[in-house]
C-alpha cells in the first residue's frame, strides 16, 4: 500500500458527461501529479499542484481541470468526455517540489471508461 | 522538455540476467527513475540516480552516465514475477516524465 488513495477504482460514462476523479496524497505530502495512461501507451504527465498551486502542466486538454485543496486532495475533472478519453487515470504523491529528489507514490488509479 | 527512449519489448529466461536500456535528453535534469509496473496496477519504485554510476539494490542495479544521457536497469536471477513492464523516468524542474516502458517477459 503505497499511501496514496484514489477514488473510485473503476467508473463507466457516456461520451459528452463530466467525471470528477479523487486523489488523497500521502501523509505530509504536498506534490500531487496527475498521469493518463492508455493502453498500450506510457504514463503521460497532465499535471502537478504543490501545496494548492499549480506548478507544472503538460499534455493536459483544455476539457480537462484539477485543483489541490486546502487538506491537500486533490480532484482531476474530464469534462465533455470521448471514446478516446478512456484510460487509467494515476495520481502520485511527493514530498518534493520538484520532480527529482525524491520518489513519487502512486495510486492504484482509476479506470475509465468512457461508451 | 524531456524525451525518454526505451526498447517496446524483451524477452528474457528465467534465472538470466536482463539489461534494459534507457536514453534521455531533458532539461533541468534531477536525476532518473526506474518503476516496475504489472498490468493494470500502480508503478512501484525501483531505483533513482542522480550521480553518474551505479546503484546496487539486491537482484537489481540501476546505472547513470549524466554525459551520454544514458540508463541501464539490471535485473539478476529473473524470476517469473518479475514479468512486467519498467518505466524509465526523468525528473525534470517540477514534473516526471516517463518513457513509453519496457514489457520485460521472463520465460522458463
Known amino acids: 500500500d503505497s499511501g496514496v488513495t484514489q477514488t473510485p477504482k473503476h467508473l463507466i460514462t457516456a461520451t459528452g458527461q463530466r467525471v470528477t476523479l479523487r486523489c488523497s496524497p500521502r501523509?505530509?505530502?504536498?506534490?500531487v501529479y496527475w498521469y493518463q495512461q492508455s493502453l498500450d501507451q506510457g504514463l503521460q504527465f497532465l499535471i502537478q499542484?504543490?501545496?494548492?498551486?499549480?506548478?507544472a502542466k503538460g499534455n493536459i486538454l483544455e476539457r480537462f481541470s484539477a485543483q489541490q485543496f486546502p487538506d491537500l486532495h486533490s480532484e482531476l475533472n474530464l469534462s465533455s468526455l470521448e471514446l478516446g478519453d478512456s484510460a487509467l487515470y494515476f495520481c502520485?504523491?511527493?514530498?518534493?517540489?520538484?520532480?527529482?529528489?525524491?520518489?513519487?507514490?502512486f495510486g492504484q488509479g482509476t479506470r475509465l471508461t468512457v461508451v | 522538455g524531456q524525451n525518454i527512449d526505451q526498447p517496446t519489448e524483451m524477452t528474457a529466461t528465467e534465472g538470466a540476467i536482463v539489461q534494459i536500456n534507457c536514453t534521455y535528453q531533458?532539461?533541468?535534469?534531477?536525476?532518473l527513475f526506474w518503476y516496475q509496473q504489472h498490468a493494470g496496477e500502480a508503478p512501484t519504485f525501483l531505483s533513482y540516480n542522480v550521480l553518474d554510476g551505479l546503484e546496487e539494490k539486491g537482484r537489481f542495479s540501476s546505472f547513470l552516465s549524466r554525459s551520454k544521457g544514458y540508463s541501464y536497469l539490471l535485473l539478476k536471477e529473473l524470476q517469473m514475477k518479475d514479468s512486467a513492464s519498467y518505466l524509465c523516468?526523468?525528473?525534470?524542474?517540477?514534473?516526471?516524465?516517463f518513457g513509453k516502458g519496457t514489457k520485460l517477459s521472463v520465460i522458463p
Open positions: 531533458t532539461s533541468g535534469f534531477n536525476g
Open positions: 502520485a504523491s511527493s514530498d518534493k517540489l520538484t520532480g527529482g529528489g525524491g520518489e513519487a507514490f
Open positions: 499542484y504543490y501545496n494548492g498551486e499549480e506548478r
Open positions: 523516468a526523468g525528473a525534470g524542474s517540477y514534473q516526471l516524465t
Open positions: 501523509s505530509g505530502d504536498l506534490s
